[in-house]
Nanobody, 115 residues
Framework: QVQLVESGGGLVQPGGSLRLSCAAS????????MAWYRQAPGKQRESVAS???????SYADSVKGRFTISRDNAKNTVYLQMNSLNPEDTAAYFC?????????WGQGTQVTVSS
């Protein structure tokens, strides 16, 4: 069973930065597409950023230019660097791996942007 463990969430002031990490329990990164999603209270979960096994990236319009997704296959880890955070970015952030047609989800990490 693959496990994904997110870390790096917390409370940050508007304009600040955070880096989220997602570590997998075993190596699936060789062929897995990875993504970050977020879900704010009362809202549907939405895709934030994704990265293929070959490194192609895509972003939601709301985070373009502010967030960067990256992956380190040697460490089985995907990252989300978040800059210029604003209160609208407040949400639970979830890591997703998609490998061999199977999706895997992490448990989420909370990001709160507030002064």
């Amino acid at each position: 069973q693959v496990q994904l463990v997110e870390s790096g969430g917390g409370l940050v002031q508007p304009g600040g930065s955070l880096r989220l990490s997602c570590a997998a329990s075993r190596s699936i990164f060789g062929d897995a597409a990875m993504a970050w999603y977020r879900q704010a209270p009362g809202k549907q979960r939405e895709s934030v950023a994704s990265i293929t096994n070959t490194g192609s990236r895509s972003y939601a319009d709301s985070v373009k230019g502010r967030f960067t997704i990256s992956r380190d296959n040697a460490k089985n880890t995907v990252y989300l660097q978040m800059n210029s955070l604003n209160p609208e970015d407040t949400a639970a952030y979830f890591c997703k791996a998609f490998s061999n047609g199977i999706p895997y989800w992490g448990q989420g990490t909370q990001v709160t942007v507030s002064s």
